[in-house]
């Protein structure tokens, strides 16, 4: 009971804590460690020692997994360069780095402790970093770089830390470390490939998303295990089977497992990230604790923790401005702003604190040690993540424009309603109850309510804005309904949960239109991302004509939604989603190949030729 009294009291705070960050716009791991290290205090709240088992096998791999799992492999490929400079080369300089200030600061430490608290605190953690990063809204390329860097740093760390620990025991020397980490890794990566495919083939077998889910949940351990158990990295076969099924998702799993697994984990990471911060501050108490007996002065000690703190920022400011240095002669560099909060954002966590606790219980010092590694996580997780989003307004770093994004969505979907009609025209079939027109509909409503996001005239209703509202206000009708016939007890009940399942999917669907428009409307279109065709080349954006209006729609009496011009004769037309298609029947009428926005504030163009925006 005591036991299960903890872990409900532990969710609990978690739960509160999370809530409590997000009403004082503070990040919430920065909170739970605080309200962790304040509970270690506290009388009757049991000490919790975390052990480096529980931590990297319990923790670790399910984290990993579901981080790998939702990270693109295609910006993870895009920015290899980058983040392998960060995980394995950035890892390997601040190990040695701060072995040297610890060997210098703490007299008859020795090497091998002092190389291993390097590796310790060496690795920047992936839940920490992000955590913030997506918080503030730092550019994709960013959070992209961080977290890459972030699922393959810990393999280097780890290894480092085990060829460190090793030579405590005198039993291999400092010069093996890079066979030892060629080896892990690629074991590692070859047991990730193995089980990726093992679980690939099985999944294009299943379609129950329960039993696809339960699947999900054995992969990392599994993939961690094997690793472990041929002396690979663990941490490196994790990351590689998580990429590459989330990569390949879309073709060997069915929609409903993509969607059952996607929120399954989302839910886990949560509760596990959250958690582990809580873990960490409950640390202090025992710490300083055990730190109370060590032999070397209170001032010894906290010069060794300031300056290991002080080196592994200054250390990851210096590589990462040398590389940008670098780079600049190369292709496409990243703005300066941009790397250093790259540098800026190396915030430590759970795996530092962990891994501290591997070095062997009679190694030098040790409780010093783990002083060390709960300053470094504490302290950058403080002073950088505190300071990250004031850096980044005063940098001027741009977030994500979600006004960018609603325009290359709704030009994808209208490439992928195309390509629907271009196969429904080559597909044979007798229909007799115009089928084939119920979905050219529907896929105009889709393509139409994506567009229309876009409009940037305050104040006025789009037609799917007027259609998610009166739909909301009827499904409520429906559910009450339902809920009416479920009392009477007449209609099996599995029968009603699968009509409320439906109800909440078309709700949920209605909702998350309309929050995206508030976010999409404060933004500003003048361009987008995306490959450029001749027809977008040969009409550069230019400047609308003043007070634009459709004069079709003012001689039909209609209104229309957002308006178009063409750019190669002018013309001023409404855009599909208004009754009269204006601009569309333009095209077809002169064949003018490119129209721009002529909405406030917007200088996307439209490519009616090849469906690109540019």
């Not at 892990?184 to 889910?213: H, Y």
């Not at 590694?373 to 940098?395: K, S, W």
């Not at 994808?412 to 390509?419: I, K, M, N, Y």
Request: hydrophobic letters at 50%.
């Amino acid at each position: 009971m005591e036991l299960a009294l903890l872990l409900v009291s532990m969710a609990a705070v978690v739960l509160v804590a999370t809530a409590v960050s997000d009403r004082l716009h503070v990040p919430a791991p920065l909170l739970l460690i605080a309200v962790g290290a304040l509970a270690s205090y506290v009388p009757h709240v049991p000490t919790i020692h975390l052990s480096s088992e529980v931590v990297l096998l319990g923790l670790l791999p399910p984290l990993l997994y579901a981080a790998a799992i939702q990270t693109s492999l295609v910006d993870f490929n895009a920015n290899r360069g980058s983040i392998l400079r960060l995980s394995v080369v950035l890892v390997v300089l601040t190990t040695f780095a701060v072995g040297a200030v610890v060997q210098w600061l703490v007299p008859g430490i020795g090497w091998a402790a002092a190389i291993a608290i390097g590796a310790v605190v060496a690795p920047p953690d992936a839940v920490a970093a992000t955590a913030v990063a997506k918080r503030i809204g730092l550019p994709r390329r960013v959070v992209t770089i961080l977290e890459g860097e972030s699922l393959l740093n810990d393999a280097t760390a780890l290894v480092a830390l085990r060829t460190a620990v090793a030579a405590l025991s005198g039993g291999v020397a400092l010069a093996h470390v890079g066979l030892d980490f060629v080896r892990a890794a690629g074991g590692g990566a070859l047991i990730g490939f193995v089980l990726f495919v093992l679980v690939a083939r099985l999944r294009k077998r299943i379609t129950d998303p329960l039993m696809d889910t339960a699947i999900s949940f054995l992969i990392p351990f599994a993939a961690f295990v094997a690793a472990e158990e041929i002396e690979a990295s663990g941490v490196i076969s994790v990351v590689v089977v998580g990429l590459l099924l989330g990569h390949k998702a879309p073709i060997i799993q069915t929609a409903q497992s993509r969607i059952t697994e996607r929120i399954t984990w989302r839910t886990i990471a949560f509760v596990l990230e959250n958690t582990v911060f809580l873990l960490i501050g409950l640390q202090l108490h025992w710490i300083l604790t055990d730190v109370a007996e060590s032999s070397l002065s209170p001032g010894r000690i906290a010069l060794v923790c300031g300056a290991t703190l002080a080196t592994v920022i200054a250390v990851r400011l210096a590589w990462i401005y040398a590389t940008w240095l670098f780079r600049r002669l190369g292709e496409d560099p990243l703005p300066a702003s941009w790397t250093f909060l790259i540098g800026w954002a190396g915030m430590r966590g759970v795996v530092t604190l962990a891994a501290a606790f591997v070095i062997p219980s009679d190694a030098p010092h040790r409780e010093v040690l783990l002083l060390v590694a709960f300053t470094v996580v504490a302290g950058t997780l403080f002073l950088q993540g505190l300071t990250l989003p004031l850096l980044t307004r005063l940098l001027g770093v741009p977030s994500p424009d979600p006004a960018e994004d609603a325009l290359a969505r709704a030009a994808l979907l209208q490439q992928a309603a195309d390509a629907g009609l271009r196969k429904l025209e080559e597909l044979e079939y007798d229909d007799h109850h115009g089928v084939g027109e119920q979905i050219r509909a529907r896929l105009d409503q889709r393509s139409f309510a994506a567009w229309e996001q876009l409009s940037t005239a305050s104040g006025e209703e789009t037609p799917s804005e007027l259609y998610a509202r009166i739909r909301g206000e009827m499904i409520d009708a429906e559910r009450a309904k339902v809920l009416l016939v479920r009392s009477k007890g007449k209609i099996p009940s599995d029968v009603v949960t699968r009509v409320l399942g439906m109800l909440d999917i078309e709700e949920s669907m209605l909702d998350a239109g309309v929050e995206a428009n508030d976010g999409i409307r404060s933004g500003t279109l003048a361009f987008t991302a995306g490959r450029q065709c001749d027809d977008l080349g040969s009409f550069p954006a230019v400047e609308t004509v003043p007070d634009p209006v459709c004069a079709t729609c003012v001689e039909d009496g209609t209104r229309w939604v957002s308006l178009r011009q063409c750019l190669q004769c002018g013309h001023v037309g409404c855009c599909d989603s208004s009754i009269g298609k204006h601009a569309t029947a333009h095209f077809h009428q002169t064949l003018h190949p490119v129209m721009q926005s002529a909405e406030p504030d917007e200088s996307w163009r439209w490519c009616f030729v090849h469906n690109l925006t540019g």
